[in-house]
């Protein structure tokens, strides 16, 4: 562990490409060749390094380090305290506001249409909900996709040891989307998207076990948002209601 003289300048980063002890090793070893880095403590499993710092170092050095030591690329993903480079707390509500507005939109689009039909279909409202879900949240992944991929696999018990799943797995939100938009293949796009989502929400409930700080990466990194029980239960509720839909299929 870090010691306690260090903890004020502590932060937490995700690196992808190690695949074993040697690679700790290397990363490791660059790591603490960085000026002003005071301890590095190297994971493999939930690939992370954990840094002491005299004061804040740009992530951009730290990653220029470890890719010295080979290919592997080197993602801030603490959370909870003051960011040194934005001065604001990633704990507050305000870290939340994006994906709440989100929620908001795409439930009020919902219930016009909805209004606009002239009847209460609760298959349908489901189903156009879901759409805007995936449509809306694979949109943000495909903006930087490999940094999507590189911040899943931090958590996603898939995208750990299948790491071209990061790639792909935005492309199947894609698709989801535009099937319940279309409403192709009711009984099969619910299938898929139980199976895809129950995955994804046992991967995010491991990682909140772990009590392990992580960038949650449902938005893509486009927006800094915290792994938390927000992110597990917005999961869940893609399993529920395609498990509804299914027994009413």
Not at 68 to 89: C, F, K, Q, W
Request: hydrophobic content about 50%; aromatic content about 12%; glycine content about 8%.
């Amino acid at each position: 562990m870090l010691s306690k003289k260090n903890k004020a300048m502590t932060h937490t980063y995700s690196i992808s490409g190690m695949t074993c002890s040697g690679c700790v090793a290397k990363v490791k070893s660059e790591l603490l060749k960085v000026p002003g880095v005071t301890e590095a403590q190297v994971q493999l499993d939930s690939p992370q390094a954990t840094i002491g710092m005299e004061q804040h170092i740009a992530t951009q050095v730290l990653q220029q380090a470890v890719a010295a030591a080979g290919n592997y690329t080197l993602i801030d993903r603490h959370v909870g305290m003051e960011h040194p480079d934005s001065g604001t707390s990633a704990a507050n509500g305000d870290s939340y506001l994006p994906l709440i507005l989100i929620f908001a939109y795409i439930t009020g689009i919902t219930l016009l249409i909805q209004w606009n039909s002239g009847q209460a279909d609760w298959m349908q409202g489901m189903r156009h909900f879901m759409a805007g879900f995936f449509l809306v949240f694979s949109f943000f992944k495909l903006m930087k996709l490999q940094a999507f991929a590189e911040g899943y696999r931090s958590y996603d018990m898939v995208a750990r040891y299948f790491p071209a799943w990061g790639y792909i797995y935005p492309f199947i939100e894609l698709l989801l989307g535009l099937a319940f938009l279309t409403g192709w293949a009711p009984l099969t796009t619910n299938w898929i998207t139980l199976i895809v989502m129950g995955i994804s929400t046992v991967g995010v409930a491991q990682a909140l076990a772990r009590k392990t700080k992580f960038r949650c990466a449902c938005l893509g990194t486009v927006i800094n948002l915290p792994l938390s029980k927000v992110t597990f239960f917005e999961d869940l509720l893609m399993v529920l209601m395609s498990a509804l839909m299914i027994i009413a299929l």
